[in-house]
Each structure stands twice: as C-alpha cells, then as structure tokens.
C-alpha cells in the first residue's frame, strides 16, 4: 500500500520557519519526483517546489524561491523529502501536500500519489 504522510506543521509567526517532513512507502519512490503543493482556504491547489530522483533537479515556485528549501534522503526502504520554509508570511498559511510521480511537473494534475496534508499557519 503507497502511503506519503506529512508532518511537521504547526503556528509559527512571520519570519520564522518550519521544516515539514514527507515519508514515503509502499514502493519504490526512489526513482519518483517528490514534490510539495499548497492549498489556500477558497484558493486552488498551487505547486510549491518539486525535487528529481536524483536530488539533483529542483524547482520553486516564485513567490518561495529563495525562502523555501526542498531535499530529499534515502533511508533503507523510505523516500523522505523535506521542505525547509524560512522567512514565512501570512499568504505562506496554506494545508501543505507531498506529492510523488514520475515526472517533474508543476500541477497537481500530473501526479498520482498524494498525502493527507499539514497545516501551517503563519500569523501576523
């Protein structure tokens, strides 16, 4: 069974930072883009930053670049990736999604496998 469960949301004030968690299991995700979306009470599901297979590949989007950090670590039969959030604002406030598929795409559409999602709240 293919599981992706986050952690690591919370409250936290504008300027701080967090650091969520994405584990995956059920199959081999090693060779899967991971990625991370966002979604905005009222707003659509937004791509935030994706990660290759490799780790080498990364992409943002443009109103995290610079603030937000994706990586990934192998550890025995799990895929985790990370997502560094620093210098977070009140529009960051969002339930945060880890996604996996095999391609390195920006909507949500192209990927299949989903998490259960954490809220992050930033006041102001």
């Known amino acids: 069974q293919v599981q992706l469960v986050e952690s690591g949301g919370g409250l936290v004030q504008a300027g701080g930072s967090l650091t969520l968690s994405c584990a995956a299991s059920?199959?081999?995700?090693?060779?899967?883009?991971m990625a991370w979306f966002r979604q905005a009470p009222g707003k659509g599901r937004e791509f935030v930053a994706a990660?290759?297979?490799?780790?080498?590949?990364?992409?943002?989007a443009d109103s995290v670049k610079g603030r937000f950090t994706i990586s990934r670590a192998r550890d025995n039969a799990k895929n985790t990736v990370y997502l560094q959030m620093n210098s977070l604002k009140p529009e960051d406030t969002a339930v945060y999604y880890c996604?996996?598929?095999?391609?390195?795409?920006?909507?949500?559409?192209?990927?299949?496998?989903w998490g259960q999602g954490t809220q992050v709240t930033v006041s102001s």
């Open positions: 059920g199959r081999t995700f090693s060779y899967y883009t």
């Open positions: 996604a996996a598929d095999t391609s390195l795409g920006l909507s949500p559409n192209e990927y299949h496998y």
């Open positions: 990660i290759s297979w490799s780790g080498q590949i990364t992409n943002y």
